[in-house]
């Protein structure tokens, strides 16, 4: 059915082109307007002098950053941590790249990541989650040095983007094409905690006259974690090839590899710090101690296994209170492999179009080494892992273009086959003395699985999209729709949902217009209808929870419903020399909000309860402004206020949690972020400061971390030497002003009330130092 449909699709789209290219070229504000979802757009984003781009022409909040951006912060950071300056993007990370992923946190007008969409190069990256179930974070997706451009929708994000998830906004990401010329870029950085870090990139150059070009890049990471005893590591390879044909269509390919191994920090809660200090961390430098620890737990009956040896007593050794104050250890181990191929027009081409193919491998395991299950031999810890088994292969199109003198159109589709496989298994520890296992290597033969599910996740969706100009008045119309079929095949059960749901929505509306006051101003307005389809996971989405649980969820009055939100938007746009502005206003209805209440530590690995628990208002203000003054010297500021409030209590069997009126789980009310840059081409720096008022981790909002204030800074030179060739070196401070903070907020959920542990410590001070030379 899926397959037959799409085949229908991509037809129709191929029939399209012809009528579109009997149209006229459209003019280049329409080029630059459909910036978002046209593969023939800049690919290296905006000019160094005019970082932000507010998303001129577009009918909803858009803002775009280029290279520029992402280059002057430290290399190997995140371009997550590259946008959070932009209005009411919330970014969390609890070390200095931004990418750790177990920390990692990113949520728009308090949406978070599992309800934005994100995409490279079109490509669907999954919604973002640690256990990110058909995706991968971009971190590992694609080298910093290698992202061309970023454009972020604020809103419910691109009706053409590859997601079925972006209720809260998208995301999308934009590889750099191959340089014209030959070339070899190269950088190396070495910083704090031991950092090393080095990145080198190949470019072929054009081969003959308008013939194919490509590059290759190679980039390692190892740093040592901040606190505590571990590393985190990365080698990563990306490459790209074009081949024109003629001067319209181009042939592009990219393959990505990305091996990632982190030692985890401990999660903590409010009662932690204040007991233990932010410097608290696992006690991997101590396994004798670790076990000391988990036999005391057992034999108080804190953790429930079995008492292995009596006579280690019932006193935790000082400073602990619990066998969840620290744990010997915990990693995360990622292994991707990401390749596409398509053909797409060239840029500046009369007609938009692309038509492309992609691959996505991932094996990967969470581990935790847990004293609440002994191992066989006698050990009181034993590893327990989270794996992670992707095998996803999709296809996506579309084709657009101007009709006559009535506007344009665009039609576009996208099919995916998803398989993921995943479990929960335990793998003994041989010795008491010392770790038989490491952390930081693949686990294999364990001696008990609890449980281990094949999941299935068919997508099929289509849109169809309608620009009509009316003199200075230009509407936007369109809509999406599609059809996700879930389904879990047990292996090996355990007590978690076997079975099949689905989610369908044929007909998701979206209309704006854009008003030009004159060529430098222009307001805009904008509504978008957005339904988010299930996960098929067994930590996450309505399968992870019990048999029982999810036969309920299917009929009856707790039939489960897809979450779906109504955003509306209105705004207006000023762009002159050396100035660029936006002020936008939203409102946001968010109803069948899906809700997986956890319980107890999550190193357990309770099952969450889930349900429809009513709906979430949103509505706030976004302030955004850039000018370059006095020269080499430029300054940008944003503001969001941001009210998010559930509407409706909690109902369960047992309880009524009053949760009505509360505000949301990590919407800060008050974000703001401000920098001053100067470059005069020899010189150039960077300060930035990023300001987030309070943020709450309980529903009930019992308890919350307070606001904090941070900043970095970058100082560079660029030398020329031998003449023509040139040479940056740049330093970078994270964390200015050695701040202690809690960076990320709901590493193990969010709980109704009460503290918990659930807190990561944000990184303190650390300088950077970078030689940047190009060949």
């Known amino acids: 059915m899926y397959r037959h449909a799409a085949i229908r699709l991509f037809a129709g789209a191929a029939l399209f082109w012809p009528l579109a290219a009997m149209a006229a070229e459209p003019k280049p504000a329409d080029v630059v307007a459909a910036a978002a979802t046209d593969p023939g757009a800049d690919p290296d984003g905006p000019a160094i002098g005019d970082i932000i781009v507010t998303g001129r022409g577009q009918s909803r909040q858009v803002q775009e950053i280029g290279q520029a951006d992402i280059a002057i912060l430290t290399p190997g950071t995140s371009p997550l941590k590259a946008i959070e300056k932009l209005p009411s993007v919330n970014f969390q990370a609890a070390d200095a790249f931004g990418a750790y992923e177990w920390s990692q946190r990113v949520s728009i007008r308090g949406f978070n990541q599992n309800q934005i969409g994100f995409t490279l190069d079109g490509i669907p990256l999954g ?15 694609i080298s910093s040095e290698n992202i061309g451009r ?11 983007t590859q997601a ?8 999308e990401f934009f590889s750099s094409d191959p340089k014209p010329a030959f070339g070899l870029t190269a950088n190396g950085t070495y910083g704090d905690e031991n950092t090393v870090r080095a990145f080198g990139r190949v470019d072929t150059g054009a081969l003959g006259e308008n013939g194919p070009s490509a590059y290759v890049s190679y980039a390692f990471l190892d740093t040592d974690k901040y606190k505590g005893f571990g590393s985190q590591r990365q080698h990563q390879v990306n490459a790209k090839a074009i081949a024109p044909i003629g001067d319209t269509l181009r042939i592009v390919g990219t393959f990505d590899f990305s091996d990632r191994r982190e030692n985890d920090y401990q999660d903590m809660s409010l009662d932690m710090i ?5 410097g608290w961390d696992n006690i991997s430098n101590d396994f004798p101690l670790a076990v000391r620890v988990a036999d005391v737990g057992a034999n108080t009956g804190y953790t429930g296994a079995a008492k292995l040896n009596p006579a280690a007593g019932t006193t935790y050794p000082a400073p602990f209170a619990n066998a969840d104050d620290a744990y010997y250890d915990a990693a995360g181990l990622r292994r991707d492999y990401v390749a596409s191929a398509g053909v797409e027009t060239a840029p500046g081409s009369a007609i938009r179009g692309v038509l492309k193919g992609y691959y996505h491998g991932n094996e990967g395991q969470g581990i935790w080494y847990t004293p609440y299950v002994p191992s066989p031999s006698g050990v009181p810890i034993s590893i327990r892992t989270t794996e992670y088994d992707i095998d996803r292969k999709g296809i996506f199109g579309s084709a657009g273009g101007a009709i006559g003198t009535l506007g344009e159109i665009t039609v576009g589709g996208w099919y995916e086959h998803n398989d993921f496989r995943q479990a929960r298994r335990f793998y003994a520890l041989g010795s008491r003395a010392a770790p038989t296992r490491q952390p ?5 033969d364990p001696f008990a699985t609890q449980w281990d599910f094949n999941y299935t996740t068919k997508t099929a969706q289509y849109y169809v999209e309608g620009r009509i100009p009316m003199g200075a008045l230009t509407l936007n119309l369109g809509w999406k729709g599609f059809d996700v079929r879930n389904a879990a095949d047990p292996i090996v059960k355990g007590t978690l949902a076997a079975g099949k749901i689905k989610a ?26 957005v339904t988010r389809a299930f996960v098929s996971a067994a930590t996450s989405g309505p399968f992870a929870t019990t048999q029982a649980g999810f036969d309920a969820l299917l009929g009856g009055t707790t039939r489960l419903k897809p979450e779906q939100s109504d955003t509306y938007e209105v705004g207006a746009r000023l762009k002159r020399r050396g100035f660029n502005a936006s002020l936008a206003g939203y409102y946001v209805d968010f109803r069948n909000r899906l809700l997986g209440v956890t319980t107890g530590a999550g190193i357990v690995g309770n099952p969450p309860i889930l349900q429809n628990v009513g709906a979430v208002r949103s509505y706030g203000v976004e302030a955004t402004a850039e000018a370059k003054v006095a020269g080499a010297f430029g300054v940008f500021g944003s503001y969001s206020f941001n009210d998010s409030t559930y509407r409706n209590d909690v109902r369960t069997a047992t309880a009524t949690i009053p949760i009505e009126g509360k505000t949301v789980v990590d919407a800060p009310r008050h974000p703001a972020k401000a920098e001053v840059t100067y470059d005069d081409s020899r010189i150039f720096g960077r300060i930035g400061a990023n300001y987030m008022s309070k943020r709450f981790f309980t529903y009930t909002n019992d308890q919350s971390v307070p606001g904090r204030l941070i900043a970095d800074a970058t100082l560079g030179t660029r030398l020329t030497v031998m003449g023509e060739r040139q040479i940056e070196v740049q330093l970078n401070a994270t964390n200015l002003f050695d701040k202690d903070y809690v960076a990320t907020i709901g ?3 969010y709980g109704n009330s009460g503290d ?16 940047k030379a190009g060949f």
């Not at 973002?128 to 997706?141: E, F, K, M, P, V």
């Not at 204040?274 to 932010?278: A, I, M, N, P």
């Not at 918990?756 to 030689?771: D, E």
């Open 127 to 141: 919604d973002g989650s640690y256990g990110n179930t058909n995706g991968l974070h971009i971190s590992r997706a």
């Open 150 to 160: 970023t454009s972020v929708s604020q809103g419910s994000g691109s009706i053409g």
């Open 164 to 171: 079925t998830n972006n209720l809260g906004g998208t995301i």
């Open 274 to 278: 204040r007991r233990l200090g932010y």
């Open 440 to 444: 930081l290597d693949f686990q294999r």
């Open 504 to 529: 369908t929505d044929w007909f998701q509306p979206h209309a704006g217009a854009t008003f030009a006051i004159d060529a430098d101003t222009e307001v805009f307005a904008g509504f978008t209808q």
């Open 747 to 749: 590493s193990n959920g």
């Open 756 to 771: 918990n542990q659930t807190l990561l410590i944000g990184a303190p001070r650390q300088v950077f130092v970078t030689l």
